[in-house]
């Protein structure tokens, strides 16, 4: 009997057991200068392709400027930047904007593709 129950507990996949336990978590990957990240996908409010960007005098090097999005503005910074990964701020069709909820804000981060 012993034997059965742990074949069948062996059958069961990962997401199968971890569902059972509770303990399930998702991630939206996204990559960077060519390097794969992942942020838990609870965090995400909402993903879209980069809107017109209004660069800020002054700001952190970081932040790439604001947007507007559905009448509200956000900040936008550039992970890459944060990351030190590169100085530059680019953009290409598979450029994406998450966007997660702050403590008090909803604040934007420019990725090269979520994956």
């Known amino acids: 009997m012993k034997a059965a129950m742990q074949r069948r507990i062996e059958g069961r996949s990962a ?3 971890a569902d059972e336990a509770g ?4 991630y ?3 990559s960077l200068g060519g390097e794969a990240y992942a ?3 609870g965090n ?3 993903i879209l392709r980069p809107l017109p960007i209004t660069e800020v ?5 970081d932040v790439v400027g604001v947007m507007s999005v559905r009448g509200r503005l956000v900040a936008v910074f550039d992970l890459k930047r944060r990351f030190k990964l590169t100085r530059t701020f680019t953009m290409d069709k598979r450029s ?4 997660v ?11 090269d593709e979520v994956l």
Request: glycine share 2%.
């Open 28 to 30: 939206l990957a996204f």
């Open 57 to 61: 005098p002054r700001a952190d090097p």
């Open 23 to 26: 303990k399930r978590a998702e």
């Open 44 to 46: 995400i409010v909402e």
């Open 101 to 111: 909820d702050a403590i008090e804000e909803e604040i934007g981060f420019f990725v």
């Open 96 to 99: 994406c904007i998450f966007f």
């Open 15 to 17: 997401m199968q057991r």
């Open 39 to 41: 942020i838990e996908i």
